[in-house]
């Protein structure tokens, strides 16, 4: 019988959890969930343990498996409960936390977990080649800083010997193009701690692909019907307070400075700034649909633990905008904002993208009448159609104050990112008394739209410098051309080639030090430039250049106004090949 690989990861987990208290007597358990790659357990240890005993573990767990244990499922009482854990601590607080009446508990051999299932039949059923202890980790029981740090083991699990070895063959080729490593090696960022963690330094290669993208963002823009704004950073707390964010968001929101006697915050939002745009004048139905964006730098409170590279910072800068409409122009709205996410995923190179269409949150987490809620959906829904996106609801997953589109796209080795976010908002209309004057003269309430479509520009930069493994297209790359003498003699020409270049609008490295070429060669390969034109006696002499690609292909030897006009197409078209 076969099983869902979640209800494998499940089991696998409590039997890592009977092979640790086996190993370690006087553990306390926690919580043991699956998760997308594996599962993980926690525990309170006797001692500290370190990855050298993983293999103890994995041992311990395989003679559990053959074993052949079987998940037998029993119901009991709270105190029934109570007193099997008794020297559970962690399991007690979770029992007192259940309401009263019956509770589930599943023993496999000598070990008895608190949990709801479901489990495989018997371990027979799990494969002792199908799993991998990962890493240790603390983690805060319940997530709360103040309560004591436990001892987190993950591990992969799969449904079989193949998928996880090919799982593993997949980590192995993303920790070569992890964006943190390859931002170090291709001098493009920094963080510093001691300067304040999740905040990014760009260096002037990373600056370089930065300017380009944001040009070409804005240029998008503007041919697609968009105005752009500037707005401040700081905004009074009655700002978030009417936008809803102090009461819903508060815990992701800096905390307030006081300038003048009154409390202001760093903006984690750029939307009530261009509200207050909006309400300097009276609109008009002739006036919409406004369509207006900016590159707004915003500021959330990550947990430390959570930062990670540009994946997960505290400062970034979102690709923003916001669609204010009538109700008639919606569906046609979203429509085109998902048109032009789609035409931009396309043109930085990614084809593989699934929409995820989220509801209305459940019980008191949200705003808005449910049949705005359903009329919004409806129209997010016919956008997705429109275009064939392949998508998945995504229950309860909206924003408070309304249903939106998150579009995920996979990267060159498999793995999905989660990226434009095209949101309806019904609530910043009514709080901030936003008002159009409609054909029958009465003043009426726009629609309003939030929409990021790279998500934000640093964790953009993350994902597609792991996409590309730091190789961007020759339109993106910071250095595009590295100019290499075959020796000193030649230096006088390279500086002529490289100036040319400059001159027509190229971004030149000029390798003019005394290392031998095929260093310089490899050096440049290794920045991942795309072309490296070599000049020698034979070059000079004939006002050619020798071009390499980067991934070591050689194009014929060509006068450089050839190989300009060969590298300024390349540019223009954006093309992905060299």
């Given amino acids: 019988m076969s099983f869902p690989v979640e209800t494998i990861r499940h089991s696998l987990s409590h039997v ?3 092979a640790v208290i086996t190993l370690y007597p006087g553990t306390k358990v926690a919580i ?13 240890l006797p001692s500290p343990l370190q990855p050298d005993d993983f293999a103890a573990i994995e041992k311990e767990m395989r003679r559990i498996i053959a074993g052949n244990h079987a998940f037998e499922r029993r119901e009991i009482s709270k105190d029934e409960a109570k007193k099997l854990f008794a020297d559970e601590p962690f399991k007690l607080e979770l029992i007192d936390g259940l309401e009263d009446g019956t509770i589930s508990v599943y023993s496999q051999g000598s070990f008895t977990d608190l949990c709801r299932g479901p489990h495989v039949d018997s371990t027979r059923d799990l494969r002792p080649d199908c799993f991998k202890l990962r890493s240790i980790a603390g983690a805060y029981w319940r997530g709360d800083e103040k309560r004591p740090m436990l001892t987190r083991i993950y591990a992969y699990a799969f449904s079989s010997k193949e998928e996880l070895n090919a799982h593993l063959k997949m980590l192995e080729e993303a920790e070569k193009r992890d964006n943190r490593r390859l931002g170090k090696e291709l001098n493009l960022f920094s963080t510093h701690e001691e300067a304040g963690p999740g905040l990014i330094y760009w ?5 370089r692909f930065r300017v380009e993208l944001e040009n070409w963002w804005r240029d998008e823009h503007y041919k697609n019907g968009y105005e ?38 760093v903006k984690p939002m750029n939307c009530p700034f261009h509200i207050m745009i909006y309400n300097t004048d009276v609109h008009s139905y002739r006036d919409l649909p406004l369509r207006w964006g900016e590159l707004g730098t915003v500021y959330r409170y990550e947990r430390a633990g ?19 409409c009538t109700p008639d122009q919606i569906e046609d709205e979203i429509a085109e904002v998902l048109r032009f996410s789609l035409s931009m995923w396309k043109t930085l190179g990614f084809k593989d993208i699934k929409a995820y269409l989220a509801t209305r949150p459940a019980g008191d987490g949200a705003v808005g009448a449910a049949e705005h809620w359903e009329t919004a959906l409806e129209s997010l829904r016919k956008a ?45 209309p009514e709080r901030f008394d936003m008002t159009y004057v409609d ?15 790279l998500g934000s520009i640093e964790r953009f930069f993350g994902v597609y410098i792991e996409h590309t493994a730091g190789a961007f297209p020759v339109w993106l790359a910071p250095e595009q051309v590295a100019v290499i003498p075959v020796g000193t003699d030649f230096i006088d020409y390279a500086k002529e080639v490289g100036q040319q270049l400059r001159a027509a609008g190229l971004r030149v490295r000029m390798m003019l030090s005394d290392e031998r070429m095929n260093a310089k060669i490899r050096l440049a390969q290794a920045q991942k430039i795309p072309y490296m034109l070599v000049v020698g006696a034979n070059e000079r002499d004939n006002k050619t250049v020798a071009p390499r690609l980067r991934d070591g292909r050689q ?24």
Avoid: C
């Fill in 228 to 265: 752009l704004l500037f707005t401040p950073h700081v905004g009074k707390s009655w700002l978030w307070e009417t936008s809803g964010h102090l009461g819903f968001y508060k815990e992701g929101m800096y905390s307030p400075m006081e300038i003048d006697e009154e409390k202001y915050y």
């Fill in 306 to 324: 959570a930062l990670h590279g540009l994946m997960r910072v505290r400062g970034f800068t979102q690709d923003d905008a916001h669609i204010i």
């Fill in 32 to 44: 043991g969930p699956a998760i997308d790659d594996g599962f993980y357990y926690d525990f309170q």
């Fill in 16 to 18: 890592m959890a009977q």
């Fill in 439 to 453: 054909s029958d003269g009465q003043k009426k309430r726009p629609y309003m739209v939030h929409r990021a479509l």
């Fill in 555 to 578: 194009l014929e030897i060509m006068p450089v106004a050839d190989f300009m006009a060969h590298a300024q197409s390349v540019i223009s078209e954006k093309s992905l090949d060299l």
């Fill in 384 to 428: 997705v159609d429109k275009e064939g996106l392949p998508y998945e609801i995504d229950e309860g997953g909206g924003a408070f104050y309304g249903p939106k589109i998150d579009l995920k796209v996979k990267d060159a080795i498999g793995r999905e990112w989660q990226m434009t976010t095209i949101q309806f908002d019904f609530n910043e």
């Fill in 203 to 207: 260096h002037p290669k990373g600056g």
